[in-house]
């Protein structure tokens, strides 16, 4: 059958962000796919490079909008590393708190936006309607509905008021119903269930050798979460479970998001029986040269950040190794194969953050012919220009 | 252009171009067309095409690969045409603005092809909703 290219993007309706989809199908079915991004580069390494520690949280919280509470704990957790310090049990429990609003108002929102994409713009709209309570929940206790800029380095920047406790209850268990209806229309309704059952599977195998994070890997069977693997902030004293749902398709991601809405709601009620009165920063001073690293586990799967000091007041080095980075690829598995109609579903079912993603300028090469810088091409000329510089 | 300047005030569908946003001023433009903001009682409508569009909303630091691009998606829009330059980054591009990723803000890269384009600007980081909706109320009364 006859091969057609279809171009999705840059900038194309089904688009929030700018990215590059070429889809390869024949007939309806999609027979390879590549997908090319980068449009969002905004050198947030480089940056950070020239920031001080205490000003990058600022920063990293923008690398995503959506993540913007994981990403500055990781990287303030990977500071902490260098620095050695032991941060007070309340800033932990309070940086849990907010990292599992955050992780509720996600998925809320990517439950809303995957409804909008199979065209049930009633899911979009009830699911968003009942997730303003948990923006508003976070607006009170960090100040803002999207940007937290709650932690630090050596704790929180923000007490909150113990007044506050029942009503963080309160926007926690009001999202309970929303959630339990939906699963009970994800289960029951044969409209939603033809769309998602068996779409898009990313089959164990597959989501381990593309190494997919997050509710991607979780739907497709694996045991991945850094908050059971490695706990850090309050996890570690906190009972929760692991979603994990073996069969890989939309509707297994679906759940799991889903289920993790629950158990979040849950976090936060455990969180908000331990927490005692106490200090919530550890007045950090002085950074000491040094590596650390430090990751969180994002909405979208594991964030992880590098940092490096050499004594001054600015990091040497930080590497942001953002979820969507690892899981953008796996559509290489899940889209082939399948049809045009279900590739929207597919592509936005591991929730991809290409904010988050555009680290890295590194172009790649594609099956089209088209002359592309390859890895080892930059590597060739970054290596001539030292030896241009060198040589004189 | 009288005319269409009245009918450009009734209505306005705004098309979204995301030039290299973190997703915050995106999500909170999304959020103006849910229950609990929904600005398509006041006719505003989020369209698929610039070709429809009466109003750009733009997003984000203007990055080196999207320059070009929103220089394209601006032409394509029938004039009239609003641009509404959503958030710090779209306006003087906040914190990324000491780094190498973007060469100009928003508003010289339109102006780049128009210079008597119409812009707004709603600053924040990002706009609450309201600030948006204020914002687009006061530039339709001013033009």
């Given at each position: 059958m006859k091969r057609t290219l279809i171009p999705i993007g840059p900038y194309h309706p089904l688009q929030?962000?700018a990215e590059f989809f070429q889809l390869f199908v024949e007939g309806e079915t999609v027979v390879d796919m590549d997908v090319r991004i980068?449009y969002?580069?905004?050198?947030?390494?480089?940056?950070?490079?020239?920031?001080?520690?205490?000003?990058?949280?600022?920063?990293?919280?923008?690398?995503?909008?959506?993540?913007?509470?994981?990403?500055?704990?990781?990287?303030?957790?990977?500071?902490?590393?260098?620095?050695?310090?032991?941060?007070?049990?309340?800033?932990?429990?309070?940086?849990?708190?907010?990292?599992?609003?955050?992780?509720?108002?996600?998925?809320?929102?990517?439950?809303?936006?995957?409804?909008?994409f199979i065209g049930?713009?009633?899911?979009?709209?009830?699911?968003?309607?009942?997730?303003?309570?948990?923006?508003?929940?976070?607006?009170?206790?960090?100040?803002?509905?999207?940007?937290?800029?709650?932690?630090?380095?050596?704790?929180?920047?923000?007490?909150?008021?113990?007044?506050?406790?029942?009503?963080?209850?309160?926007?926690?268990?009001?999202?309970?119903?929303?959630?339990?209806?939906?699963?009970?229309?994800?289960?029951?309704?044969?409209?939603?269930?033809?769309r998602?059952?068996g779409v898009g599977v990313l089959?164990?195998?597959?989501?381990?050798?593309?190494?997919?994070?997050?509710?991607?890997?979780?739907?497709?069977?694996?045991?991945?979460?850094?908050?059971?693997?490695?706990?850090?902030?309050?996890?570690?004293?906190?009972?929760?479970?692991?979603?994990?749902?073996?069969?890989?398709?939309v509707?297994?991601?679906?759940?799991?998001?889903?289920?993790?809405?629950?158990?979040?709601?849950?976090?936060?009620?455990?969180?908000?029986?331990?927490?005692?009165?106490?200090?919530?920063?550890?007045?950090?001073?002085?950074?000491?040269?040094?590596?650390?690293?430090?990751?969180?586990?994002?909405?979208?799967?594991?964030?992880?950040?590098?940092?490096?000091?050499?004594?001054?007041?600015?990091?040497?080095?930080?590497?942001?190794?953002?979820?969507?980075?690892?899981?953008i690829p796996s559509f290489k598995a899940s889209c082939v194969g399948q049809e045009i109609a279900d590739v929207a579903l597919i592509l936005a079912s591991?929730?991809p953050?290409?904010?988050?993603?555009?680290?890295?300028?590194?172009a790649k090469d594609v099956s089209t012919g088209k002359v592309l810088?390859?890895?080892?091409?930059?590597?060739?000329?970054?290596?001539?220009?030292?030896?241009?510089?060198?040589?004189? | 252009?009288?005319?269409?300047?009245?009918?450009?005030?009734?209505?306005?569908?705004?098309?979204?171009?995301?030039?290299?946003?973190?997703?915050?001023?995106?999500?909170?433009?999304?959020?103006?067309?849910?229950?609990?903001?929904?600005?398509?009682?006041?006719?505003?409508?989020?369209?698929g095409s610039?070709r429809?569009?009466?109003?750009?909303?733009?997003?984000?630091?203007?990055?080196?690969?999207?320059?070009?691009r929103?220089?394209e998606?601006?032409?394509q829009?029938?004039?009239?045409?609003?641009?509404?330059?959503?958030?710090?980054?779209?306006?003087?591009?906040?914190?990324?603005?000491?780094?190498?990723?973007?060469?100009?803000?928003?508003?010289?890269?339109?102006?780049?092809?128009?210079?008597?384009?119409?812009?707004?600007?709603?600053?924040?980081?990002?706009?609450?909703?309201?600030?948006?909706?204020?914002?687009?109320?006061?530039?339709?009364?001013?033009?």
């Amino acid at each position: 059958m006859k091969r057609t290219l279809i171009p999705i993007g840059p900038y194309h309706p089904l688009q929030e962000e700018a990215e590059f989809f070429q889809l390869f199908v024949e007939g309806e079915t999609v027979v390879d796919m590549d997908v090319r991004i980068s449009y969002n580069h905004r050198g947030i390494e480089e940056l950070s490079s020239r920031k001080t520690f205490d000003q990058v949280p600022y920063l990293v919280e923008r690398v995503c909008g959506i993540c913007s509470a994981s990403h500055p704990i990781a990287y303030i957790q990977a500071v902490e590393d260098i620095a050695r310090v032991q941060v007070p049990d309340r800033a932990l429990y309070l940086r849990t708190i907010v990292l599992e609003l955050e992780r509720l108002h996600s998925h809320m929102l990517w439950i809303g936006l995957a409804g909008h994409f199979i065209g049930y713009n009633t899911v979009w709209m009830w699911v968003w309607r009942y997730r303003e309570p948990v923006m508003d929940i976070l607006e009170l206790i960090t100040g803002s509905r999207v940007n937290y800029a709650n932690a630090k380095i050596g704790g929180v920047r923000r007490d909150v008021s113990p007044d506050l406790y029942p009503e963080i209850r309160k926007a926690a268990d009001a999202v309970v119903g929303p959630i339990e209806l939906v699963i009970k229309a994800v289960r029951d309704d044969p409209v939603l269930r033809a769309r998602l059952k068996g779409v898009g599977v990313l089959k164990k195998s597959a989501a381990r050798a593309w190494c997919v994070t997050g509710p991607t890997a979780r739907g497709s069977g694996l045991h991945i979460d850094v908050r059971k693997d490695d706990p850090y902030a309050a996890y570690d004293r906190l009972k929760f479970d692991e979603v994990v749902w073996d069969d890989g398709d939309v509707y297994c991601k679906f759940m799991v998001r889903c289920f993790e809405c629950l158990e979040a709601v849950k976090i936060i009620h455990q969180c908000l029986d331990q927490i005692e009165p106490g200090p919530i920063d550890a007045m950090v001073r002085e950074i000491p040269p040094g590596d650390g690293c430090g990751h969180a586990e994002a909405p979208r799967g594991e964030t992880f950040h590098f940092v490096r000091s050499d004594g001054s007041a600015t990091p040497v080095r930080h590497k942001v190794r953002a979820p969507s980075y690892v899981n953008i690829p796996s559509f290489k598995a899940s889209c082939v194969g399948q049809e045009i109609a279900d590739v929207a579903l597919i592509l936005a079912s591991v929730d991809p953050c290409y904010s988050c993603t555009e680290r890295v300028a590194v172009a790649k090469d594609v099956s089209t012919g088209k002359v592309l810088w390859t890895h080892s091409d930059l590597v060739r000329l970054s290596r001539e220009k030292t030896v241009r510089m060198g040589g004189k | 252009m009288g005319w269409k300047m009245w009918a450009l005030k009734k209505s306005v569908w705004v098309y979204h171009v995301n030039v290299g946003a973190c997703n915050n001023c995106d999500i909170e433009i999304l959020e103006l067309l849910t229950p609990r903001y929904d600005i398509e009682r006041f006719g505003m409508m989020l369209v698929g095409s610039p070709r429809h569009a009466d109003a750009l909303l733009v997003t984000g630091i203007c990055t080196r690969q999207s320059v070009r691009r929103l220089q394209e998606v601006y032409l394509q829009t029938a004039k009239p045409c609003v641009v509404f330059v959503i958030g710090s980054c779209a306006g003087d591009r906040g914190i990324f603005k000491a780094g190498y990723g973007s060469p100009a803000p928003v508003d010289e890269v339109i102006r780049e092809v128009d210079p008597n384009a119409i812009i707004a600007y709603v600053p924040g980081c990002p706009p609450r909703p309201e600030a948006m909706i204020s914002g687009v109320v006061k530039a339709l009364a001013a033009i």
